[in-house]
């Protein structure tokens, strides 16, 4: 079985410009995850979909959005860059909720 | 602000000694989870302990949990040098399934 594929998983960019980042979780898993993961702050739960519906979401600017489609794969977007923003993002899917969580390997942004 | 506070930060021993990591949490929980990464990369889940239960064994691995406490301690018995990496707890609140909220982890360090 595949595991987590987030794509791309390096990015540079300009502060100021917008990201896309896409993640496709485990064929059959339902539940999908975004975490931000920085030196300073440790990770960071972002937002978490079920079936296509934004169940939960952290505290993070509205510049973070993001949304499931029908095959369950996932995308997370981020609007006018900040330096702020360069870190880790890793993407993860469960089964449902509630249960242990798969990782993809995680797209670096760093933001210029 | 982070749920789980771990302790310690960091942790350094030799192949074949045991190593024990300590997570505390705020808030009643549904599950507590541990996850293993390696150098900034994804992370992987080691084992879920539901907060019914008292104590969970996986391979080599051993945690325990004490809900009076808000208290939870991975043990790694007779570590290898290929256990260096960083440990995480993760805590699942009541009705919030799918929402991780992670430590700041601890950072072991298995010399051979």
């Known amino acids: 079985k595949a595991g987590v594929t987030q794509t791309p998983r390096y990015l540079i960019k300009t502060r100021g410009q917008q990201v896309t980042l896409s993640c496709s979780p485990i064929s059959g898993h339902r539940s999908v995850s975004w975490y931000q993961q920085t030196p300073g702050q440790g990770l960071q739960f972002l937002f978490e979909?079920?079936?296509?519906?934004?169940?939960n979401k952290g505290n993070f600017p509205g510049r973070f959005s993001g949304r499931q489609f029908s095959n369950s794969r996932s995308e997370m977007n981020v609007s006018t860059l900040e330096l702020g923003d360069s870190a880790l993002y890793l993407c993860a899917s469960s089964p449902v909720p509630d249960t242990e969580a798969f990782f993809g390997q995680g797209t670096r942004l760093t933001v210029v | 602000s982070q749920q789980g506070e771990e302790d310690p930060q960091a942790l350094s021993i030799q192949e074949g000694e045991n190593a024990t990591m300590n997570c505390s949490y705020k808030t009643s929980i549904n599950n507590l989870q541990w996850y293993r990464q390696n150098s900034g990369r994804g992370l992987v889940h080691l084992i879920l302990i539901r907060s019914n239960e008292r104590e969970k064994h996986s391979g080599r691995l051993r945690v325990t949990l004490d809900t009076s406490k808000k208290s939870s301690s991975l043990l790694i018995t007779a570590s290898r040098a290929a256990d260096t990496a960083s440990y995480f707890c993760a805590t699942v609140i009541y009705n919030q399934g799918g929402k991780l909220i992670f430590g700041q982890g601890t950072e072991l360090s298995v010399k051979p």
């Open positions: 979909y079920f079936s296509e519906t934004q169940r």
